[in-house]
């Protein structure tokens, strides 16, 4: 059974990195596609970027130059990176596994991220 537990900081100061990890459980992150998701409060979900079996990234465009995902094969783990951070990236954060870059079939309980001094 798969199963995706996002952590980290849920309080984060203006102009700091954001930073998430997702540990997935129940298979290995050399497979799929791993993604992360947000969804800021009263807005709709937003796709921010994925990390491929392969370790090859992409990302969203409007936040591609703050965002950078990473991978640790050995703890099965992914990490997002969420630069130069606003009170705009107040959200619930995502992670999410599928079988290609546009599917989303496992995803995360979601963990709250405010970003406020």
């Known amino acids: 059974q798969v199963q995706l537990q996002e952590s980290g900081p849920g309080l984060v100061k203006p102009s700091q990195t954001l930073s998430l990890t997702c540990t997935v459980s129940?298979?290995?992150?050399?497979?799929?596609?791993y993604h992360w998701i947000r969804q800021p409060p009263g807005k709709g979900l937003e796709w921010m970027g994925a990390?491929?079996?392969?370790?090859?990234?992409y990302y969203g465009p409007a936040l591609k130059s703050r965002t950078s995902i990473s991978r640790d094969t050995s703890k099965n783990q992914f990490t997002l990176q969420l630069s130069s951070v606003t009170s705009e990236d107040t959200a619930v954060y995502y992670c999410a596994r599928g079988p290609a870059w546009t599917t989303f079939a496992y995803w995360g309980q979601g963990t709250q991220v405010t970003v406020s001094s």
């Open positions: 990390i491929g079996y392969s370790g090859n990234t």
């Open positions: 129940g298979g290995s992150i050399t497979t799929d596609y």
